[in-house]
């Protein structure tokens, strides 16, 4: 965490989607990220991830959603990412949840 409460986030899921952007705590919590899969920008997002905000995601090669939320663990609050994409040329289909830290 850096001194204004803030996290760098950067990681990538399932070696397929990738995550960029920052997560602040105070004054309340607040995420803007940026999303790529298979090499494609799916898009950006930005809001309080308390209740959970959500990309939607509908291009030509790719379709499905992200949905970033908090939850907590024990004393500690973690943001999570469901994922639902499926790629259309293929018909493959990736879906999960992934932690993407805790604080």
């Known amino acids: 965490m850096r001194e204004d409460n803030c996290y760098p986030i950067k990681i990538k899921i399932i070696g397929l989607i990738e995550i960029e952007g920052i997560f602040c705590t105070l004054p309340h919590p607040?995420?803007?990220?940026?999303?790529?899969?298979?090499?494609?920008?799916?898009?950006?997002?930005?809001?309080?991830?308390?209740?959970?905000?959500?990309?939607s995601v509908n291009l030509i090669?790719?379709?499905?959603?992200?949905?970033?939320?908090?939850?907590?663990?024990?004393?500690?609050?973690?943001?999570?990412?469901?994922?639902?994409l499926t790629l259309i040329l293929t018909g493959i289909r990736y879906?999960?949840?992934?932690?993407?830290?805790?604080?």
């Open 95 to 103: 879906h999960g949840t992934a932690k993407i830290f805790c604080y």
């Open 61 to 84: 090669l790719i379709k499905g959603k992200l949905r970033f939320y908090l939850k907590s663990e024990g004393n500690q609050t973690c943001l999570f990412v469901d994922f639902d």
């Open 30 to 55: 607040k995420l803007e990220v940026c999303v790529k899969a298979f090499g494609i920008e799916l898009g950006c997002i930005k809001g309080n991830p308390t209740n959970g905000i959500e990309l």
